[in-house]
Structures are given as structure tokens and as C-alpha cells.
């Protein structure tokens, strides 16, 4: 059985910026006062992301429980903001229908976000009916590295289905394909989020899309991958 799984900022969905502001919302009600330092959102899970928000502040391991349970209601009173604001990348719906037709693949996600907020992003563009959230990994579960979630993946997968998966990672930037090479599965990178086509084809991705606009090509790099 193939197990695509998907992250979702820069590869499913642009959320129009609100899941960063999400977390500047959070970090405020935790620490009691704005941002004022800059971090890289890009291809980082939601622990990571908190971790260097509060690098450097005084009782950081205190805030850090608190920053990341303000993230989930900050984040879901933007989702109609989202909705409206985002948009769903070019060929997203019409991919996970034709794999979702096939009897031999389960699609999930994959995604540095808490579990909670990956199910606001893609429930704002009702794209929820494509994936099985129980086989998936989340930021929300305990990792040290991106690379961790793959395995967490296969396991929740193997034991809800009762057979043997093959995981295939979909993503956006190279700290995907570095998970990917890491957890020892095949990656597609799509040059549709964070990072550039040149910065994608130098991380050495199993194949690489512009886009997925081109359903055929699409179904033809993940399954082959």
C-alpha cells in the first residue's frame, strides 16, 4: 500500500500569511508582549518554530507550553480569514481525487503543524474528505527532528490498516526532502510554497514539479517515487 503523505503549507494550501500571525497572536497572550525578533517559518515544525520564538527569553521552557496552546485558538479565528484571503494551489483538488480513486494508496499528512491546526487549514478550503488524519504525523506529536514524523507515520498506518505501507513524502522545501532522505523514503518536491525551483532541484528531491496542474504528471512522480 502506498502512503502519500502530504504537508500542507506551500503544498496544498497558501493560508495567506495567517499562520504566522496566528502565532504572533500566541506568543503574545503567553510571553505578554509582541515579537520583535524574526524566524524561519519554513519547512519547521510547530515545536521548532516556538522553540526559536522564545530563544533567548527568560523562562522559555515555561512559555513554551502556554505559546503552543494559544497557537490553536488564534489559528481557528482566522480560518475564515484563511478561507478567504488563501487559496488552494493549482491541480491540489483534481491530484487527491485521482489518487484517492486508487485502491492501492491512502493519503495523510505530514506537516510540522499541530494536528489541530493542520485539520483548520485544510477544513478551510474543505479539503478534509482526501486524507485519513489517523495515519498521519503532526507537529503536535513528539519529535526532535521533522524526520521522526515519518516513522510515526508508517507505524499509525501498518497498525490501522494491517499491512505493510510505503510512505511517499509530498513537500515544499528542502527541509522536506532533507526528512525524506533521513527517514530513508522517496520524496516529490512541488516549487509551489517557501522555497525556489533551483533551491528545490539542489536538495535532490526524487522528482520535482512545478506545480501540480498537470494531474497525469503528478499521479505519475508520486506513485513512481
Keep these: 500500500m502506498l502512503l502519500v503523505l502530504w504537508d500542507v503549507d506551500g503544498t496544498l494550501v497558501d493560508s495567506a500569511e495567517h499562520g504566522r500571525r496566528a502565532f ?45 496552546e494559544e497557537l490553536v485558538p488564534a489559528l481557528e479565528a482566522r480560518q475564515e480569514l484563511i478561507r478567504r484571503e488563501g487559496r488552494v494551489y493549482p491541480g491540489v483538488r483534481e491530484t487527491l481525487e485521482a489518487l484517492g480513486g486508487r485502491g492501492d494508496v491512502r493519503q495523510s499528512l505530514l506537516t510540522g503543524n499541530l ?88 536538495a535532490q528531491p526524487d522528482a520535482l514539479l512545478r506545480d501540480l496542474s498537470n494531474t497525469g504528471r503528478a499521479i505519475e512522480a508520486i506513485t513512481s517515487a
Design 24 to 68: 504572533e497572536d500566541a506568543y503574545r497572550e503567553a510571553v505578554g508582549r509582541p515579537l520583535e525578533s524574526s524566524v524561519d517559518y519554513a519547512g519547521r515544525t510547530d515545536h521548532q518554530i516556538a522553540m526559536a520564538m522564545l530563544e533567548g527569553i527568560d523562562g522559555a521552557d515555561e512559555h513554551l507550553p502556554r505559546l503552543l
Design 115 to 202: 494536528e489541530a491546526n493542520a485539520a483548520i487549514k485544510i477544513g478551510a478550503f474543505a479539503l478534509e474528505r482526501h486524507f485519513d488524519f489517523e495515519l498521519g504525523a503532526y507537529g503536535s506529536d513528539p519529535h526532535e527532528r521533522r524526520s521522526d514524523l515519518v516513522a510515526i507515520a508508517r507505524e499509525r498506518a501498518e497498525a490501522k490498516l494491517g499491512q505493510r505501507v510505503e510512505p511517499v513524502l509530498v513537500g515544499d522545501t528542502p527541509r522536506d526532502v532533507q526528512a525524506a532522505r533521513e527517514a530513508g523514503v522517496p520524496v516529490v518536491a512541488v516549487a509551489t510554497g517557501f522555497s525556489a525551483e533551483e533551491a528545490l532541484r539542489q
